[in-house]
């Protein structure tokens, strides 16, 4: 059985590849910076070996904290947030940067630093601050050598040699300094972020070969009381990158979107891209001039919704000429799935186009995401598991991009993203349908009726159209004749929740026959068979009605069959 700490290397070498060694974070509270791009070269491994990783394990493995303790998604972000940074020097490694530096980095608002680009991110809605600026601290010297913390291992070995000791020294060293209580921001008893600056560069940066430096995280610790409250997870980042002077927020940036609750959406294991450049979350941490980081590119739409940062528009019916403005000045976000329902996988539409943070984007254009909620919280694995035609049984991504080229080069570990990518890009392409590649099928090779047709040039406004069912088709099936001799009545209440009456009338006796479909044809439930007497008959249904399964909300259609002839009509199912 692995011991609390322990760290696994697998070895094997892939010839012809960078050798690089990632994060494979097991537990739910960790997770790292993706090594800059530089350092892994392209392509797939020889023999289905994939890079060597490192497994952190938290150091207490008893450690029976609250599941909600810092998770800031899922609630509303917005107003003052208050951010701990400390500077720490060791005895082995001294500074090279004025503590003023990080002030700016850090809390000036203005383009570049890590409050500017989340007030963007949020429209204005969060305001990251402090109490304590760093300038005002000054270096902290950890009582070990940063050899010690680091131990040959990124900083992320057995405790206590590694990052989650240094984090528990500092702490105790800054508490006659520090009122702790103050970066509760939530009044949940636990200091929300506390940001670490180690001096030097980060391993991130270099590669395989840096094991002597740490590895930019987000970690925890055993909870440490202090003032009243709790510090139980923390983040690390380097003091600089190549030189003194060049640090970017691109990497707090990253590290914070942990905090808020996050997960990593580039492939820890390095056998494909995740989604690439396209995201903060992903490689896109490293945009910028001389890809530092400097201008980081912005949240995705499934992260910005997580965040609360953007609402989706729910499309739940076939609409034209759809005005799709650029995220970036608020344009919105559509959700696509069948008939509008409501479930795990669905698609999500965002303009996304070359200004502010999204400046170095590889290109601009509509980006169509295919998001599988069942892959998300799954020990911070959700962009792991690459899927592309030919792959389709290891799994797939939580967030993954569609490609309009069709080429699935972020998949197959050949790109991190170009003009290929988005919709019409490079290639032209101006529709996205269950017959295209690639199509809008879910991942069982199911057909969604999601179609995307008409789409426009790239630009700050582009327009398409959405189109979520078949439904015009599938009335003209049913619809076969409607004789005076019976009617069918709107379903009422419409819509509904969870129950609707329908009303049908018989000029003469009939065998009658009354069926519910959901919109892919499948049938629901048999609510009324047998015969009726002529006159006017009201049936009452209940969606929930034995029934273990709940449906998912969205649009359905009643049948009903007797002896002179059949009719239907669709109903809508609230939830």
């Given amino acids: 059985m692995k011991n609390p700490g322990d760290s696994f290397y697998n070895n094997k070498q892939t010839i012809g590849l960078t050798l690089l060694i990632l994060f494979a974070l097991l537990i739910p509270n960790g997770a790292a910076m993706p090594p800059h791009p530089d350092v892994i070269t392209s392509g797939n491994s020889e023999a289905g070996e994939s890079p060597g990783k490192i497994i952190i394990y938290n150091p207490d493995p008893e450690l029976n904290a609250p599941s909600k303790l810092l998770e800031i998604a899922n609630s509303e972000i917005s107003g003052s947030f208050k951010a701990l940074a400390v500077l720490i020097n060791f005895s082995d490694k001294a500074n090279s940067v004025n503590p003023a530096d990080f002030d700016t980095v850090l809390f000036v608002n203005q383009q570049g630093s890590v409050r500017h680009y989340y007030n963007e991110m949020s429209f204005g809605q969060l305001d990251i601050v402090t109490v304590n600026l760093p300038s005002a601290i000054g270096w902290i010297t950890a009582p070990q050598t940063y050899a010690y913390y680091c131990n040959g291992q990124n900083g992320t070995g057995a405790y206590p040699l590694n990052s989650q000791k240094l984090c528990e020294d500092i702490i105790d060293l800054i508490d006659p300094i520090i009122d702790f209580s103050q970066y509760d921001n939530n009044d949940n008893g636990y200091v929300d972020l506390l940001i670490l600056i180690h001096t030097g560069p980060g391993a991130e940066l270099f590669g395989p070969d840096s094991t002597d430096y740490i590895w930019s995280h987000k970690w925890s610790i055993s909870p440490r009381s202090k003032d009243g409250v709790s510090i139980y997870e923390y983040t690390i980042q380097p003091e600089y990158w190549f030189s003194p002077g060049d640090i970017t927020c691109g990497v707090f940036c990253h590290e914070l979107g942990h905090i808020f609750g996050l997960p990593d959406l580039y492939d820890r294991d390095n056998s494909s891209n995740g989604i690439g450049r396209w995201s903060l979350m992903s490689y896109g941490s490293w945009l910028g001039p001389n890809s530092l980081g400097g201008t980081p590119a912005g949240l995705d739409a499934w992260s910005r919704i997580e965040l609360g940062f953007n609402n989706y528009t729910n499309v739940s019916s076939n609409s034209h000429g759809v005005t799709i403005g650029n995220v970036e000045e608020g344009g919105a976000i559509y959700r696509l799935w069948s008939s509008g329902g409501i479930g795990n996988q ?230």
Wanted: contains cysteine.
């Fill in 346 to 575: 669905y698609f999500l539409v965002e303009n996304r186009q070359k200004i502010g943070y999204d400046t170095y984007l590889p290109s601009d254009g509509l980006l169509i995401w295919h998001i599988d909620e069942t892959r998300s919280g799954i020990s911070n694995s959700n962009n792991d598991y690459e899927w592309y035609p030919g792959h389709t049984t290891g799994g797939n991504y939580l967030v993954a991009l569609e490609q309009s080229d069709g080429l699935f080069e972020l998949d197959k570990n050949i790109s991190k993203g170009n003009s290929g990518d988005p919709f019409p890009g490079s290639y032209a392409v101006t529709e996205f349908t269950p017959s295209t590649t690639p199509n809008s099928n879910n991942y069982n090779g199911d057909n969604t009726y999601v179609s995307i047709e008409n789409i426009s040039a790239s630009g700050p406004t582009m327009t398409a159209d959405f189109y979520v069912s078949l439904l015009s088709d599938i009335n003209e099936e049913l619809s076969l004749i409607k004789p005076a001799s019976f009617s069918l009545g709107q379903n009422f209440p419409n819509p509904f929740n969870p129950q609707t009456s329908i009303e049908i009338e018989l000029s003469f006796e009939s065998s009658v026959s009354l069926k519910i479909y959901d919109i892919l044809g499948r049938l629901i439930d048999t609510p009324l068979e047998g015969k009726l007497r002529s006159g006017k008959h009201r049936v009452k249904w209940n969606c929930e009605n034995n029934r273990e399964d709940k449906l998912s909300a969205g649009i359905y259609i009643y049948k009903l069959v007797t002896d002179f002839g059949t009719d239907s009509k669709t109903m809508t199912l609230l939830k």
